[in-house]
T-cell receptor
Framework: QKEVEQNSGPLSVPEGAIASLNCTYS??????FFWYRQYSGKSPELIMS????GDKEDGRFTAQLNKASQYVSLLIRDSQPSDSATYLC??????????FGSGTRLQVQP | ETGVTQTPRHLVMGMTNKKSLKCEQH?????MYWYKQSAKKPLELMFV???????ENNSVPSRFSPECPNSSHLFLHLHTLQPEDSALYLC???????????FGPGTRLTVT
């Protein structure tokens, strides 16, 4: 089992819809969770971090964490074509580098 | 975002060349990382440094040699590379382990 599992996609949503990206992880001791956005040919950009169970909202983005079920999700409201990218989920446990998933490719159709 | 810079941005080198990639972070972070990202593949962690000390080396071939002279600078020295080493090489930094990592723009390396 991979440490971080993401559906590779592509996930296709129409412009204006809610995009829902999911990530599951195997390490129950994971303490911090992150979502990165990566445009083709560019480096990953941090968009959200979440440390506690529940929801965290930042603009059009909402991260949801459920440690008991070992999943973290990212909701993008009012999706725009400019949101089309690969979204990477990452987590950390203690004094270690982040562990990244393979990413989900999101396509927002105009 | 200019917190983490990388040079050069693009590099073409032959298999017998020696070159170096440079990374500099202006964020006052204590940890720095090198990643490799090949086409349509996930990020591969190569090396981790904490306060100039290498703390992780993920079975990377010896033709890649990292150097961290201080907490703001990180180098990746390259020699006798193979065509399969062509990839995007990313540097990142974080305040400490477990905190957000911030990436540089990457160096697109092509080995001919």
């Amino acid at each position: 089992q991979k440490e971080v599992e993401q559906n590779s996609g592509p996930l296709s949503v129409p412009e204006g819809a809610i995009a829902s990206l999911n990530c599951t992880y195997s390490d129950r001791g994971s303490q911090s969770f992150f979502w990165y956005r990566q445009y083709s040919g560019k480096s990953p950009e941090l968009i959200m971090s979440i440390y506690s169970n529940g929801d965290k909202e930042d603009g059009r983005f909402t991260a949801q964490l459920n440690k008991a079920s070992q999943y973290v999700s990212l909701l993008i409201r009012d999706s725009q074509p400019s949101d089309s990218a690969t979204y990477l989920c990452a987590h950390a446990r203690g004094r270690r580098a982040l562990t990244f998933g393979s990413g989900t490719r999101l396509q927002v159709q105009p | 975002e200019t917190g983490v810079t990388q040079t050069p941005r693009h590099l073409v080198m032959g298999m017998t060349n020696k070159k170096s990639l440079k990374c500099e972070q202006h964020l006052g972070h204590n940890a720095m990382y090198w990643y490799k990202q090949s086409a349509k593949k996930p990020l591969e962690l190569m090396f981790v440094y904490s306060l100039e000390e290498r703390v992780e080396n993920n079975s990377v071939p010896s033709r890649f040699s990292p150097e961290c002279p201080n907490s703001s600078h990180l180098f990746l020295h390259l020699h006798t590379l193979q065509p399969e080493d062509s990839a995007l090489y990313l540097c990142a930094s974080s305040q400490e382990f477990g905190y957000e990592q911030y990436f540089g723009p990457g160096t697109r390396l092509t080995v001919t």
